[in-house]
C-alpha cells in the first residue's frame, strides 16, 4: 500500500475524495493538535457543511452507543451515508467501550457509507471540544451525509454538544433523575429530542410521567419523547424521523442561525480552554511566576494584582 502523503493540502483532497485512510490520519492530526492542522482544516473548510450533525448526549451507560448503533443501521437503510464520532471521558480500554466499538465494527466494518471514530481525552490544549468539532468538519468533508456525534453527559460536561450539533438528542433511562432535576431547575438545556431509553426495563411509565411533567405540555416548545427499546427493535426508525423532522422544521436558515450562533460559542471556549491551559502551564513551569506567587504569599502582592499580571504574563507567551 502507498504511503499516505503528509502533506496538508494534500491530506485535504484526499478526504474530499472519501478516502478512508486520509479521513483518519485528518483526525489525527486535529486530534494531536499536529503543526499542520491549521492548514488542513484551511483547505478542508471550503467543504464542510453538508452534513446533518447530530448530537447524542446522556449521562453515562444510558444507551448512548446501542442507539448510535442501531441510528446508524436506519440511516443507511434510508440511503444515507454516517460518520460517527464517539466520545469516550473514561478509558478506551473499558470492556464497555471496546466491546461496543467491536460490535458495531464487525457489523458495519465492510460497509463504505459508514466511517467510525472514536475520540480519547487526553489532555490538550484546546480540549476533547476542539478536537472533537474538528473531526465532526473532516466527517462533513468527507461527504458523509449525516455525522453522529456521542458525547458523554448531560449540558454540563466541557462538550457542549449543543454548538456543534444541528439537532441535539438526549438519552435517558428510567434512573435519571439527577438529569431530569437539572432540566426542571433550568440548569439543563432543553433538547430537541429526548429518547428514552431501556423501555424494556421497569420503571418506565413512572420515568415517563416525569419526564412529560419536567419538559412540559406545550408541543410548540417541549422536545419531542421518542421510547426505545432496542433489543426489541422498538424506536429506532421513530427516533430518525423525529429527528429529521426537527432539521427539516428549523429549514436551512434555521440551521445556518443554530450554526452561526454554535461557532461563536464553541470559538470563545476553545480561546478561554486555551488561555487557561497556558495559564496553568505558567503557572507550574515559569520561574517568573513562581517568583510572583512567592510575593503574594508574602504580602506584596494581592490576589487582583496577582491575575493581571498572570494575565499579561501568559498573553504575552
Ligand atoms: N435492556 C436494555 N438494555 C440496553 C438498551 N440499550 C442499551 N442497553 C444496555 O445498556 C448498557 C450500556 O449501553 P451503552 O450503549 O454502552 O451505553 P452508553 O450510554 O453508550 O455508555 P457510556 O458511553 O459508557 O456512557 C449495555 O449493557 C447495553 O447493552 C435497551 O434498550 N434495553
Ligand atoms: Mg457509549
Known sequence: ??????????????????????????????????????????????????????????????????????????????????????????????????????????????????????????????????????????????????????????????????????????????????SVQAIKAGVMEIPDVVAMTKCDLPGIDAFRSELRLALGIDPETAPRLVELSVPNGQGVGELWTAITEVRDGLGAEGVAARRRTGAAREAAAIVAARAGARARAAIDADPAVQDALRRTAAGELDPLALVAYLERHTSNA
Do not use: N, Y
Not at 440511503?79 to 466491546?99: E, I, K, N, Y
Not at 458525547?151 to 460536561?157: D, E, I, L, P, R
Open 1 to 178: 500500500m502507498a504511503a499516505l502523503t503528509r502533506d496538508p493540502v494534500e491530506l485535504a483532497q484526499l478526504v474530499c475524495a472519501g478516502d478512508r485512510r486520509a479521513i483518519a490520519r485528518a483526525i489525527s492530526l486535529v486530534e494531536d493538535e499536529d503543526a499542520g492542522a491549521r492548514e488542513l482544516m484551511a483547505a478542508l473548510w471550503p467543504h464542510v457543511g453538508g452534513a446533518a450533525v447530530i448530537g447524542i448526549t446522556g449521562p453515562p451507560g444510558v444507551g448512548k452507543s446501542t442507539l448510535v448503533g442501531a441510528l446508524v443501521g436506519a440511516i443507511r437503510r434510508s440511503g444515507r451515508t454516517v460518520g460517527v464520532v464517539a466520545v469516550d471521558p473514561s478509558s478506551p480500554f473499558t470492556q464497555g467501550a471496546v466491546l461496543g466499538d467491536r460490535v458495531r465494527l464487525v457489523e458495519h466494518d465492510t460497509d463504505d457509507g459508514v466511517f467510525f471514530r472514536s475520540m480519547g481525552s487526553r489532555g490538550r490544549l484546546g480540549g476533547v471540544a476542539e478536537s472533537t468539532a474538528l473531526a465532526s468538519a473532516v466527517l462533513s468533508a468527507a461527504g458523509f451525509d449525516v455525522v453522529l456525534i456521542e458525547t458523554v453527559g448531560a449540558g454540563q460536561s466541557d462538550i457542549r454538544i449543543a454548538d456543534m450539533a444541528d439537532v441535539v438528542v438526549l438519552a435517558l433511562q428510567p434512573g435519571s433523575g439527577d
